[in-house]
């Protein structure tokens, strides 16, 4: 799923142009089709790729029984750091759109939801480590 989810992002990535002279003339925002709205829309591409190839390694290292393991922290913060990043570049769409708002608060509440579950990732390794140690 994540390969078809990269494919997906490469082939909207392409086709974003048409896509937004699509939901312009569908919407009747014509504010979508200015050059910014385009370079954020391109931008946020780039950690949504980071983030889908962490989340396969993650994915790949739960299938193999390795959870807590330092690699399964860096993956998880490295997705939450995407997601901030998804949310920063959304505050420069909310310029055009107002829905840019909504997308950037719901990216920034993922991001801190990984942040959590990062932090639990790496207090069950450090427990797991003492008991390594203590049989």
Request: charged share 10%.
């Amino acid at each position: 799923m994540v390969i078809a989810f990269l494919c997906i992002l490469g082939a909207g990535s392409l086709a974003l142009p048409w896509l937004l002279r699509w939901y312009s003339a569908y919407s009747g925002n014509q504010a979508l089709l200015h050059p910014p709205v385009l370079a954020v829309l391109w931008a946020c591409a780039i950690p949504a790729c980071i983030a889908l190839i962490q989340l396969g390694r993650l994915l790949r290292n739960i299938a193999a029984d390795r959870v807590f393991t330092t690699e399964n922290i860096q993956s998880l913060r490295h997705i939450s750091w995407c997601c901030y990043g998804v949310a920063f570049l959304f505050l420069f769409f909310l310029f055009y759109y107002i829905l840019g708002l909504l997308i950037a608060i719901i990216a920034a509440f993922m991001g801190l939801i990984l942040r959590v579950v990062k932090n639990v990732f790496a207090q069950a390794l450090a427990i797991k480590e003492e008991n390594d140690l203590t049989v």
